[in-house]
């Protein structure tokens, strides 16, 4: 195992060092092994000028590294699904998508009939949102181009060296690096598709949780089941968790938190499941 590791980590370094002198056939090379290596069959890697793209049997994967572990795709569907099974013809809304790790398997669960609506913040995101949605066909997917709060107006979204930690800025919190962008309360984003009911809401939005909440107080959408990742890991002006309880409580959801298992990662204890039943 520790033998495997360490090529893992080799061969993403040499695709890395290989990038950075522009022998861009060699860079694919070693992160092909490097990601076949780790799903255990083989993994056709392409660098198309802007992003990593990584097609493998019946899924696919963009990313922005050149070290994307295909695994990813399923990793945490685990958590994702905890209290929730997609049926066929479900609609599902996932609110923080990033590159949509999970969004193949979702397409799949929900069948020709399902929708998937993702909505991601970040215009990186959504530029290999769409070529995943080309890539593999996914005509039950619907790429929403916003971020989503508790107003519509003009926002600040960080830029950080990870993109998985780029977030939505407080007028007043001071930060170097950021971009201007649209918020949308979550019922004016999906507001041309004419949902009524929804199957299923998936959260990650970095903080911002409780925004998107309180913007349903007073709304008529039925909503039957809520995954929502909270952050408070990340220090104490991202605490939500206590919040985000209280609130499914009140609205009268069925709360569950998730079953920490041991090797896993601490930051999945932060997540909250509410549900409603016979509605």
């Not at 195992?1 to 002198?21: G, P, V």
């Not at 080309?134 to 519509?152: C, H, M, R």
């Not at 407080?170 to 949902?195: C, R």
């Not at 939500?240 to 298992?261: A, P």
Request: hydrophobic residues 40%; glycine residues 4%.
């Amino acid at each position: 195992m520790l033998l495997k590791k360490i090529l893992q980590f080799l061969l993403r370094k040499i695709s890395e060092k290989f990038f950075k002198l522009k022998l861009i056939y060699l860079a694919e090379f070693f992160s092909m092994l490097r990601a076949s290596m780790l799903m255990g069959k083989f993994v056709k890697v392409k660098f198309d000028g802007l992003d990593w793209i990584y097609i493998w049997k019946n899924s696919a994967a963009v990313s922005s590294v050149s070290f994307y572990n295909p695994q990813l795709n399923y990793s945490d569907l685990d958590l994702f699904l905890f209290k929730y099974k997609p049926n066929n013809g479900d609609i599902i809304v996932d609110v923080g998508v990033e590159n949509g790790s999970e969004i193949p398997e979702f397409c799949k669960l929900v069948g020709t009939k399902g929708k998937i609506f993702a909505i991601e913040a970040d215009p990186s995101c959504c530029r290999r949102l769409k070529k995943l949605k080309k890539i593999l066909n996914l005509e039950n997917l619907f790429i929403i181009e916003y971020a989503v709060g508790d107003q519509n107006k003009k926002i600040k979204f960080s830029q950080e060296i990870d993109e998985k930690n780029n977030r939505v800025l407080l007028d007043n919190t001071p930060h170097q690096n950021f971009i201007e962008i649209k918020q949308l309360t979550f019922e004016e984003a999906i507001k041309s598709y004419n949902l009524k009911t929804i199957d299923f809401v998936k959260v990650n939005i970095e903080g911002a949780e409780m925004n998107l909440l309180k913007s349903l107080d007073n709304s008529n959408l039925v909503i039957k089941n809520w995954c929502i990742s909270c952050h408070d890991f990340m220090g104490k002006e991202f605490r939500t968790f206590d919040d985000v309880y209280l609130w499914l409580k009140r609205s009268n959801y069925i709360v569950n938190e998730y079953t920490f298992k041991k090797n896993k990662d601490k930051w999945r204890k932060f997540y909250l499941f509410g549900s409603k039943i016979n509605i």
